[in-house]
């Protein structure tokens, strides 16, 4: 990828729209250092951004959460993510916005309040969190014993974060034993979330999800209003592991690929290998609830001339 490919995605920083190859941050910056960054992602897909109002909303309440204060309002926001996107002539996008705490004025500083938190964003093609053979087949996924979800006092799963200390140690286990991701329980048992996913289960016909110490998904909660169109009863409540594993049906959600059908957890087969009947119904309705204009937004490509600033 050259840096000046526009094909590979663009990126907006400091009032300036650039190829994503070119966007850096410097080496000093919170962010790098100390993880002290929030950031969300939401999809274009044919040429629109998918209930991008839902992604701002939990974007907005991950500042609020860790004290992060950005020069843009909301709708400077939604105006860079879409300059982005038009000038990248991305038709399906995943779109990253971020907020860092930055660097303190005073050099080598430990006080937060001395630092210019800053936003950028950056869209590149459309990420499927797992890649289109394992979606066909189902995601097979690890649950190690030995190493839990980060407790919720100390760090919110809620805020957006990329505290992945957990998930790396876990996806290194899973991809070494011939898993497609892992899917970590917190310490108490219970089931949590993954790398870029939250789960359901299906049992005698009714949908769960994990209620506290997991991120507030969107697609998760698309995915719940999805089930109550269909009139599948959905509920929120914490799972232990061996309710978990006596599910009829199990699958992730995820903007960067919709509900995605689990076959295997450790050794224990799901749906006969197969996807389950509620979950396929479900992918199906996410994909086409895209083709509503109520739930989606059109990017202009045509406004955003070559190196017009936002
Ligand atoms: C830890 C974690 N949980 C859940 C999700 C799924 O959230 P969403 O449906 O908003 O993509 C993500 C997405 O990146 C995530 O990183």
Not at 255 to 266: A, Q, W
Request: glycine share 8%.
């Amino acid at each position: 990828m050259s840096d000046e490919d526009w094909s590979a995605g663009a990126a907006w920083m400091k009032g300036e729209i650039m190829p994503v190859g070119r966007a850096a941050l410097p080496v000093t910056d919170w962010g790098l250092t100390h993880s002290d960054i929030t950031y969300d992602v939401v999809h274009v897909w044919d040429g629109r951004f998918f209930r991008l109002d839902d992604y701002l909303d939990r974007f907005e309440e991950s500042l609020r959460k860790l004290r992060l204060i950005v020069p843009q309002r909301r709708d400077d926001m939604r105006q860079i993510l879409h300059a982005i996107v038009a000038r990248s002539g991305l038709q399906r996008s995943y779109v990253s916005f971020v907020a860092s705490r930055g660097q303190p004025s005073v050099p080598g500083s430990r006080d937060p309040r001395l630092c210019e938190n800053h936003f950028y964003a950056w869209c590149v093609p459309f990420v499927w969190v797992f890649p289109e053979d394992v979606i066909e087949r189902g995601a097979h996924l690890l649950v190690p014993d030995h190493i839990h979800r980060i407790g919720t006092s100390s760090v919110d799963p809620t805020a957006k974060n990329y505290h992945w200390g957990d998930f790396t140690q876990a996806l290194l286990e899973a991809k070494e034993t011939g898993f497609d991701s892992t899917l970590l329980l917190d310490a108490q048992g219970c089931v949590t979330e993954g790398p870029g996913f939250n789960v359901f289960m299906i049992k005698n016909g009714r949908a769960k999800t994990p209620r506290t110490g997991v991120l507030e998904g969107i697609t998760r909660k698309v995915t719940m209003e999805i089930c109550e169109h269909h009139g599948v009863p959905v509920e929120r409540s914490n799972i232990q592991f061996e309710e978990f594993l006596d599910a009829d049906e199990v699958f992730v959600t995820t903007t960067g690929g919709g509900p995605v059908s689990v076959t295997k957890i450790n050794d224990r087969v799901f749906s006969n290998g197969a996807g389950g009947e509620i979950t396929t119904l479900l992918n199906q309705t996410y994909w086409q609830w895209h083709n509503d204009s109520t739930m989606s937004e059109a990017v202009d490509y045509a406004r955003e001339a070559p190196g017009v600033a936002v």
